[in-house]
C-alpha cells in the first residue's frame, strides 16, 4: 500500500485505472451505491475501483467482484468499453483534479447474491436505465454507460 503523501503524488500528477461493474438484475435493473468518499461524493454510481500495481486485469476484476459486491464466485462479464472521467477533486480535497481510464463491464446479478459494503457506498439502490438517466443524483460519468459516444475512443475510429 502506498502512503497517503505519495498517493496524493500519484494522483495528481498521472491517471489512475480502474474497472467500474454494471450490474444488472433479472429485471433489467442497475445496481447503484451512494459514493461515500470523494471523487463523486453523494452521487450514485457504479461499483468499482482501481487496478492496483503488478495486478493482473483479472485478479483486479474478480478482487473487485468481492470486495464491492461480495460476490466470491467466478461471473462472466461482458466488455462494454474504455472511458474516461475526469473530476474537479480528489480522495483528499479539492486542490487538485482526479483521472481515470475506466474498463466498463456489465454483469448480470440478482440482488439476493450479494452482500454489499458500506466503505464506499452509504446505500444501494436498483434503478430502471430511464430512472438513472433522468436523476439529477446519478452521476454523469454512470450515465454513460447507457449512453452512446461516450466511451474514450468514440471520436477516434
Known sequence: MLSVDTFKMVVSSTPLISIDLIIKDS??????????N???????FVPGGRVLKDELLEAAYHRLLYNELGVSSAVKAKFIGVYQHFYSDNFSGSDFSTHYVVLAYQLSLD??????????????????????????QVHCHTKWYFQSGKTADFNLV
Do not use: M, T
Request: net charge neutral.
Open 38 to 44: 470523494r471523487p463523486a461524493q453523494g452521487d450514485w
Open 111 to 136: 440482488g439476493e447474491c450479494l452482500n454489499l459494503p458500506i466503505e464506499q457506498h452509504s446505500e444501494y439502490r436498483w434503478f430502471k436505465k430511464e430512472e438513472l438517466l433522468n436523476c439529477e
Open 27 to 36: 429485471a433489467g435493473r442497475v445496481l447503484l451505491g451512494k459514493r461515500s
